[in-house]
Nanobody
């Protein structure tokens, strides 16, 4: 079993920056994908970005250039640096880890961007 705990959400003004963290614990394979998804009110959950254990990254087109995903394999932690935040970035941000045939989700952390 794998547990994921997100942190770093909060209230930030438009144009500001914030960094999310997600720490994984439990039975973690050395080969996995960790990522961030978000879900705004009334909308479906969508991919923000993910990163392989080897470092390859993948971003949703709308996030490219403003968001940066990174990871520390020694700490089993993935980060999401978010810059130039917009009102439409307001959402619950979820961490996901996928390995072999299983996937795990965190409980989410709220990001609210204000004008």
């Amino acid at each position: 079993q794998v547990q994921l705990v997100e942190s770093g959400g909060g209230l930030v003004q438009a144009g500001g920056s914030l960094r999310l963290s997600c720490a994984a614990s439990g039975s973690i394979s050395s080969r996995n994908v960790m990522g961030w998804y978000r879900q705004a009110p009334g909308k479906q959950r969508q991919l923000v970005a993910d990163i392989m254990s080897g470092g390859s990254t993948n971003y949703a087109d709308s996030m490219k250039g403003r968001f940066t995903i990174s990871r520390d394999n020694a700490k089993n932690t993935v980060y999401l640096q978010m810059n130039s935040l917009k009102l439409e970035d307001t959402a619950v941000y979820y961490c996901r880890l996928a390995q072999a045939t299983q996937e795990y989700w965190g409980r989410g952390t709220q990001l609210t961007v204000s004008s």
